[in-house]
């Protein structure tokens, strides 16, 4: 069966630092990867997908970047944090070119910047 | 662009009654997917039901069953006999069929159930 893992699941990091935020799959090959951010009575905002290995689509421009270096590891990225990067970040995937293209949902990272 | 809308921040229901939780999209697309998620307290969300909108038969899924109203846009989901397993954030989702990295969500609804 397919799971998808995503760490850290909670990190507190000061403005101006790195992030570095992963996301893998198990169990399905060749898998659409996204990035979601999850505000407070707002929803789901995707942020990033990806739909193979290096190629990223980004939604929102941002101070977050994504990449994809392996089949199903997806990592989420930003050189200098601000405070309005705080946020619940979901990682997902999809099967492709499936009818429905429903997501599957990573456990969550939870970013608090201070 | 498609917009999803669940009125309702917070909803509340007794154990084994019924509850409705409410959206609505904006859309000119005839073909899309709608989906309702839950997210449990514990974060990993999951599927509870999709409807295809081509499709005029309502979905169900067990206890879960949803009211698809194409021409008013609206697509409620309803919670049969609920159990307190059911308290989570719910949230509706709008997937356009041309595009499957387009995946639009609410905002939630926070359903808490009580014993």
């Known amino acids: 069966s397919q799971t998808i893992h995503q760490w850290p699941a909670t990190l507190v990091q000061p403005v101006g630092s790195p992030l570095s935020l992963e996301c893998t799959v198990e169990?399905?090959?060749?898998?659409?990867l996204y990035w979601y951010r999850q505000a407070a009575g707002r929803g789901l905002q995707l942020l990033f997908y990806s739909v193979g290995i290096g190629q990223i689509s980004s939604e929102v421009p941002q101070n977050l970047s994504a990449s994809r270096p392996q089949d199903r590891q997806f990592i989420l990225s930003s050189k200098k944090l601000l405070l309005s990067d705080s946020g619940f970040y979901l990682c997902a995937w999809s099967v492709p070119d499936r009818e429905a293209g429903e997501l599957f949902f990573g456990e969550g990272s939870r970013l608090t910047v201070l | 662009a498609q917009t999803v809308t669940q009125s309702q921040p917070e909803m509340s229901v007794q154990e084994a009654e019924t509850v409705t939780l409410s959206c609505t999209y904006d859309t000119s697309e005839s073909d899309y997917y709608l989906f309702w998620y839950k997210q449990p307290p514990s974060r990993q969300m999951i599927l509870v039901i999709r409807?295809?909108?081509?499709?005029?038969q309502n979905a169900t899924e067990n206890r879960f069953s949803v009211n698809f109203q194409k021409a008013a846009k609206s697509f409620s989901l309803k919670i049969s006999d609920s159990q307190l397993g059911d308290a989570a954030m719910y949230f509706c989702a709008y997937r356009n069929f041309y595009n499957n990295n387009d995946m639009r969500f609410g905002a939630g609804t926070r359903l808490t159930v009580k014993p």
């Open positions: 409807q295809e909108a081509y499709k005029q």
């Open positions: 169990g399905t090959s060749n898998p659409n």
